[in-house]
């Protein structure tokens, strides 16, 4: 064997001793508690969703503590807080990704994370998972984008350990602040725009990359430049921190521009090749891309607002436009629910204006079943969706196909309604 395998080889098996340690440590504490008399604590907050799976266990001056902390991140930063950012996680992956190769002269890479007001520990367990499942060759840069965070320990004490970071990988970490709450999609964009490495992944800060995620992404992208790609993702819960595994699946929408997944398409089980790329009509948020073509297709519309929508159009952009969205099985992302997202308690009115904004660049006659699954009427919808036409020319210089064709060829579960003669809401008010 090569020095490299044999370097990969010790790797894993370093990996899988780690996970038996922590499996027998487990045992013993359990055993333990067995001959322990265990007190039982008054729960305070019995209708609150930590506490569902989780918590039983803690005094009630540590759950109230807890809660507080839900109700401000969304998820349990109490229990994040005490966990190892280095924590094993499982693998994944089928075991025929696990015994597929890559090439070794593989693309560099930038890795962004997105974040507002996220717990410290989340960020730094995400950084730290990249910098121990990605080759240290490959990676080039982790660029943090603050979209104005109003937390203070994402200020001073965030500094701190990037500082500490780039002792030990000189150059690595670098931090973009706006100075004013831009959004989803122009965060996204920032991080594009500060990224110097081949290919970009786009990613949240709170996730936690799995073993060999990278190695699939650049070795499709260096096969096609064209391609956009995004990781099979799977759950971690926000409560015990737990990771679930998803199905691979391929990403979708319906009418109103909702993210979706779609059942994995017939040809893709044809091939026989689980670890073969799927062909997927649209991506959810999570994606990597050759940064120069993301560059040439428009990156992102930077018109769209807050969150939602950003996906659906990218992927509308990308298919119409010469290129192609694909999710790969071997690479897997463990991503962090949230009981609420950040921007807004209710992302309905963004999405609802962003998908208006999609619809009028690039679904041509079928944008009226946008409108339609909005209830919303086309002449004087009563929403600003802004001004498109910088993205239309943008449309007309790539010499992109129509969304008829879209439909045919790429998205043909997508059925619209047709001869719709007119839609609204029925009110009916009672008569006492």
Same mark, same amino acid.
């Given at each position: 064997?090569?020095?490299?395998?044999?370097?990969?080889?010790?790797?894993?098996?370093?990996?899988?001793?780690?996970?038996?340690?922590?499996?027998?440590?487990?045992?013993?504490?359990?055993?333990?508690?067995?001959? /322990?008399?265990?007190?039982?604590?008054?729960?305070?907050?019995?209708?609150?969703?930590?506490?569902?799976?989780?918590?039983?266990?803690?005094?009630? /001056?540590?759950?109230?503590?807890?809660?507080?902390?839900?109700?401000?991140?969304?998820?349990?930063?109490?229990?994040?807080?005490?966990?190892?950012?280095?924590?094993?996680?499982?693998?994944?992956?089928?075991?025929?990704?696990?015994?597929?190769?890559?090439?070794?002269?593989?693309?560099?890479?930038?890795?962004?994370?997105?974040?507002?007001?996220? +717990?410290?520990?989340?960020?730094?367990?995400?950084?730290?998972?990249?910098?121990?499942?990605?080759?240290?060759?490959?990676?080039?840069?982790?660029?943090?984008?603050?979209?104005?965070?109003?937390?203070?320990?994402?200020? /001073?004490?965030?500094?701190?350990?990037?500082?500490?970071?780039?002792?030990?990988?000189?150059?690595?970490?670098?931090?973009?602040?706006?100075?004013?709450?831009?959004?989803?999609?122009? +965060?996204?964009?920032?991080?594009?725009?500060?990224?110097?490495?081949?290919?970009?992944?786009?990613?949240? +800060?709170?996730?936690?990359?799995?073993?060999?995620?990278?190695?699939?992404?650049?070795?499709?992208?260096?096969?096609?430049?064209?391609?956009?790609?995004?990781?099979?993702?799977?759950?971690?819960?926000?409560?015990?921190?737990?990771?679930?595994?998803?199905?691979?699946?391929?990403?979708?929408?319906?009418?109103?521009?909702?993210?979706?997944?779609?059942?994995?398409?017939?040809?893709?089980?044809?091939?026989?090749?689980?670890?073969?790329?799927?062909?997927?009509?649209?991506?959810?948020?999570?994606?990597?891309?050759?940064?120069?073509?993301?560059?040439?297709?428009?990156?992102?519309?930077?018109?769209?607002?807050?969150?939602?929508?950003?996906?659906?159009?990218?992927?509308?952009?990308?298919?119409?436009?010469?290129?192609?969205?694909?999710?790969?099985?071997?690479?897997?992302?463990?991503?962090?629910?949230?009981?609420?997202?950040?921007?807004?308690?209710?992302?309905?009115?963004?999405?609802?204006?962003?998908?208006?904004?999609?619809?009028?660049?690039?679904?041509?006659?079928?944008?009226?079943?946008?409108?339609? +699954?909005?209830?919303?009427?086309?002449?004087?919808?009563?929403?600003?969706?802004?001004?498109?036409?910088?993205?239309?020319?943008?449309?007309?210089?790539?010499?992109?196909?129509?969304?008829?064709?879209?439909?045919?060829?790429?998205?043909?579960?997508?059925?619209?309604?047709?001869?719709?003669?007119?839609?609204?809401?029925?009110?009916?008010?009672?008569?006492?």
């Amino acid at each position: 064997k090569s020095v490299e395998a044999l370097h990969e080889n010790i790797k894993q098996i370093e990996y899988d001793l780690k996970l038996q340690d922590n499996s027998k440590t487990e045992v013993r504490q359990a055993d333990n508690a067995k001959g /322990e008399k265990k007190i039982v604590h008054s729960l305070l907050y019995p209708d609150s969703f930590l506490f569902k799976r989780w918590g039983t266990d803690l005094r009630e /001056e540590e759950q109230t503590v807890a809660q507080n902390l839900f109700i401000k991140y969304g998820y349990n930063v109490y229990l994040s807080d005490r966990l190892p950012l280095d924590r094993p996680i499982r693998d994944t992956r089928s075991p025929s990704c696990k015994t597929k190769k890559y090439p070794k002269d593989l693309p560099t890479l930038s890795v962004v994370l997105i974040f507002l007001n996220e +717990a410290l520990s989340i960020i730094l367990r995400a950084i730290t998972s990249i910098i121990k499942r990605t080759p240290s060759h490959l990676l080039k840069e982790i660029i943090l984008i603050d979209d104005y965070s109003s937390n203070d320990d994402l200020k /001073e004490p965030l500094e701190k350990h990037i500082k500490n970071y780039n002792t030990k990988h000189p150059g690595l970490l670098k931090i973009i602040r706006h100075q004013k709450r831009r959004g989803l999609t122009q +965060a996204r964009i920032s991080g594009w725009e500060a990224s110097t490495a081949d290919i970009v992944a786009i990613l949240d +800060a709170h996730v936690e990359v799995n073993m060999e995620w990278a190695e699939p992404i650049l070795s499709r992208i260096k096969e096609d430049r064209t391609v956009i790609v995004s990781p099979v993702f799977d759950n971690v819960r926000f409560d015990d921190f737990k990771l679930i595994q998803y199905s691979v699946a391929a990403d979708g929408f319906d009418w109103a521009l909702w993210c979706l997944y779609e059942a994995l398409p017939d040809e893709w089980y044809a091939l026989k090749d689980e670890t073969a790329p799927v062909r997927s009509p649209s991506i959810m948020g999570i994606l990597a891309a050759d940064r120069k073509f993301l560059g040439d297709i428009g990156v992102l519309d930077g018109g769209m607002h807050i969150y939602g929508g950003e996906n659906v159009e990218l992927g509308l952009r990308a298919w119409q436009c010469g290129g192609k969205i694909e999710v790969l099985p071997c690479s897997r992302i463990a991503h962090l629910e949230r009981a609420h997202k950040p921007y807004l308690p209710d992302l309905s009115t963004a999405v609802q204006r962003n998908a208006l904004r999609a619809a009028e660049v690039w679904m041509d006659d079928y944008k009226y079943m946008v409108y339609f +699954a909005w209830n919303l009427p086309i002449e004087n919808p009563g929403i600003d969706f802004g001004d498109v036409s910088s993205r239309k020319e943008l449309r007309k210089k790539l010499k992109c196909k129509g969304f008829d064709w879209y439909i045919k060829n790429v998205y043909p579960n997508l059925i619209p309604l047709p001869n719709i003669v007119g839609y609204g809401i029925v009110s009916v008010e009672s008569v006492i």
